[in-house]
């Protein structure tokens, strides 16, 4: 394994907002962190990989449009670059960013599509706010230039949004390129157990969404045509949407972190907005008070589901907290990579390992148990060779191919 030395900055340390670990008194409770190994029992003839170590928590990466270069993300602030040789640091944010939360931090990435011309890159972190008291870290898209030389220009970077964030966890802030100089950008319900706020089913605030805009000379646009206050809305009713992908119908694939009982996988369309339902439903379920999809305090499963009115788009795949199973790290879509994955939505969970393949047989939706990976994954990334990528808890990156 390829091991480099990193600033000592701070030691994060990570989750994905879904109901990891429950008190006996129901209260919340983080994991602790498990050290993660090349041990991946899997029905796929994949070969597992060390890839890169010695980062914090390295969640998503992106491959230069013009070098040949792989563009690795921290959480705490740090973006390098990997040519398959040696890595290079393009920039330390951690000055910038707040990490009072294993929430919090840089969140997302993406090239200006322009970049070529522009030189310019998208940022989505919580800004450094002070760690006690009431939370003052909100979430910030914002733009910069990298210079000739390869590295983050500090001061070119230019605040283009704001969003306001009531507690510290359910940030979202994942940034994807979908072409056309359009971009979607993940925005969680805001925080606190069972969104109390019902910012999800509110359309005056951008909490709980996935909004679209177009990104032209450092401002950013709607793309639907809407003049009013959500008019960057794409879709709503989410709790934490970590990871989405778009496949070759354009349809978009969102994983939502769920609280106490489900996790998803949602199929939507990106021209066509659609409410997912949170916090009145979670998966394929009802979510009553006490945060459970059953009165009682348990967890329905599937069977007993009532369908969703028309108010709402329920997933075309869910699974339940059982077997350790804790939070849903998405994921892509797969038209490329190791040929006996492709065709499908790849995606996993935090806590167990477990990953898993969507495809449709015979025109249902139909999940495959892949394997179980050694590890707590928080992340997927697309390699230099297409080999697959997966980001841990404890700083470690592996390869699949």
């Known amino acids: 394994m390829k091991l480099f030395p990193l600033l000592s900055i701070f030691l994060l340390t990570f989750g994905l907002s879904g109901c990891i670990l429950i008190n006996e008194d129901k209260s919340f409770a983080w994991p602790e962190v498990t050290e993660s190994e090349c041990n991946f029992d899997n029905n796929k003839n994949l070969t597992c990989s060390p890839f890169l170590d010695g980062f914090d928590v390295p969640h998503m990466s992106a491959i230069h449009p013009e070098n040949d270069e792989l563009w690795i993300i921290d959480l705490n602030g740090l973006i390098l670059s990997w040519d398959g040789f040696s890595l290079f640091k393009v920039a330390n944010l951690s000055f910038l960013i707040s990490n009072c939360h294993f929430e919090q931090g840089l969140l997302g990435f993406a090239f200006d599509e322009n970049f070529n011309s522009t030189n310019q890159v998208l940022l989505s972190y919580v800004k450094k706010g002070p760690c006690d008291g009431d939370n003052e870290s909100n979430l910030f898209l914002a733009s910069a230039i990298i210079d000739n030389s390869g590295i983050l220009n500090i001061s070119s970077i230019t605040i283009i949004q704001e969003i306001y964030q009531p507690y510290r966890n359910h940030n979202g802030g994942y940034l994807q390129s979908i072409g056309d100089n359009k971009y979607l950008w993940g925005i969680g319900d805001g925080g606190g157990s069972l969104d109390p706020h019902s910012n999800g089913q509110d359309t005056s ?112 795949s869910s699974y339940i907290h059982d077997g350790g199973n804790c939070s849903i790290t998405g994921g892509f879509w797969m038209n490329w990579g190791p040929k006996s994955l492709q065709d499908g939505y790849l995606y996993g969970d935090f806590c167990t390992g477990s990953m898993w393949i969507l495809r449709e047989i015979e025109g249902i939706w139909t999940d495959e148990y892949i394997g179980s990976f050694q590890g707590m994954i928080v992340g997927f990334g697309r390699g230099l060779s297409d080999e697959i990528l997966i980001f841990t808890w404890d700083g470690s990156i592996y390869s699949l191919n």
Not at 299 to 313: H, I
């Open 205 to 316: 605030t951008p909490l709980g969404t996935i909004q679209l805009f177009s990104f032209i000379d450092n401002e950013i646009y709607p793309v639907r045509g809407e003049t009013n206050s959500d008019s960057l809305v794409l879709h709503n009713g989410l709790r934490n949407p970590w990871r989405f992908d778009f496949d070759n119908n354009n349809r978009l694939w969102v994983t939502d972190v769920g609280e106490k009982c489900w996790e998803e996988v949602n199929l939507l369309l990106i021209n066509e907005s659609a409410n997912l339902g949170w916090p009145e439903r979670e998966g394929l379920h009802k979510v009553h008070s006490n945060g459970y999809t059953h009165e009682n305090g348990t967890c329905y499963y599937d069977e007993d589901a009532p369908p969703a009115s028309n108010d709402f788009t329920d997933p075309i």
